[in-house]
């Protein structure tokens, strides 16, 4: 199968291209390159020949040949979505909706979105299903909503569009991302030998490894079309629900010599846990190989290979609002996000 990822320069689409590569697929890759600039660490993973280009520029000509489209190439995470609201609207809503609208006029015929389970926003103790109610806090999670919603309206006998609501994502990956939970608990507990948490880290989280996500998105490219067309799936385990206190817990077991500590309730009242039952009955094939213990201990035995530092723990490179501060403070992205000459 010929797939386009985009995003393919990313935290998950460093990951998901060489997966893809390895099982027969031809791959390209489709990256604005915002997150380029510097790698955590070398692999010898195969990279795909990348298109370098913004989703809100593409047209039919790109297009032409692909089969799938494997589409993660947004404006990623909360803090960054709150950054520039009205641009993430722009990227993640109306790209988003103009790639699918172009991949269906081009006769692409499978469209697998990057979707979120922070879209369940506040829902307190209770499992939430594909069917439950969706209650989203951010711009980055109501541009989710939004884009799922009008993926439903574009799909037809001839155009599959996937929508899969990834759990918070962990794990190694060569363009390494240190803003999102256990990943950023594990580089605190490396560098500093401490977890202090300004919250008392009640919420719940649902957690999925990257590599995990990326043998979902096989599994959906793979399955009969009429097993995944014009669905939605929670991408993980009902087993990998974790309070963040348990997840900073099992951090401090694993890295040696950390403490842990907590603080008051926090402002923040997102807190969701979540089924993943109905992605095990439509693939069967796919079950998740990785819990937080073991993202903790590769994370571990990554950070011991590379040597890390404080101050690579802290690059601004590895924290989306960071890198995208610095583009623009420095002139190379304008006021709607794109590059400068």
């Known amino acids: 199968m010929r797939i386009l990822v985009t995003g393919s320069d990313g935290y998950l689409g460093s990951l998901l291209t060489p997966v893809l590569m390895r099982s027969g697929h031809d791959v390209v890759g489709l990256d604005t390159g915002f997150y380029k600039e510097r790698m955590l660490y070398r692999s010898k993973d195969p990279t795909p020949a990348t298109l370098v280009k913004d989703v809100r520029d593409l047209d039919a000509s790109d297009l032409a040949g692909f089969e799938a489209i494997v589409h993660m190439g947004d404006l990623s995470n909360d803090p960054a979505g709150e950054l520039a609201p009205q641009i993430t609207y722009e990227i993640n ?71 899969m609501r990834n759990a918070t994502a962990y794990g190694a990956s060569p363009r390494m991302r240190f803003d999102i939970v256990l990943n950023n608990l594990a580089g605190l507990a490396w560098t500093g030998k401490g977890i202090s948490m300004t919250s008392d880290g009640t919420p719940w989280r649902p957690i999925v490894h990257g590599l995990d996500i990326c043998q979902a998105i096989l599994a959906v490219l793979e399955a009969p079309r009429e097993a995944v067309a014009n669905e939605v799936f929670n991408v993980g385990n009902t087993n990998h629900n974790y309070r963040v206190r348990e997840i900073a817990q099992i951090v401090g077991e694993v890295f040696p010599g950390c403490t842990v500590s907590f603080g008051p309730p926090s402002p923040d009242n997102r807190s969701y846990r979540v089924s993943f039952e109905k992605i095990k009955k439509h693939l069967p094939g796919f079950e998740c190989r990785w819990d937080a213990r073991q993202g903790a201990e590769q994370l571990l035995n990554l950070f011991r290979r590379v040597e890390m530092t404080a101050e690579v723990f802290e690059c601004r490179a590895f924290t989306r609002l960071k890198q995208l501060q610095y583009l623009m403070r420095t002139g190379q992205l304008d006021e709607h996000f794109y590059w400068t000459e």
């Open 93 to 163: 809503h109306k790209g988003s909706v103009w790639l699918a609208e172009l991949a269906r006029k081009s006769g692409v015929g499978r469209f697998v979105y990057m979707s979120s389970c922070s879209v369940y926003g506040v829902a307190g103790e209770d499992f939430l299903t594909e069917e439950s109610a969706t209650d989203p806090q951010t711009s980055y999670a109501i541009c989710k909503t939004l884009v799922e919603q009008d993926l439903r309206r574009l799909a037809n006998e001839r155009f599959a569009p996937t929508c």
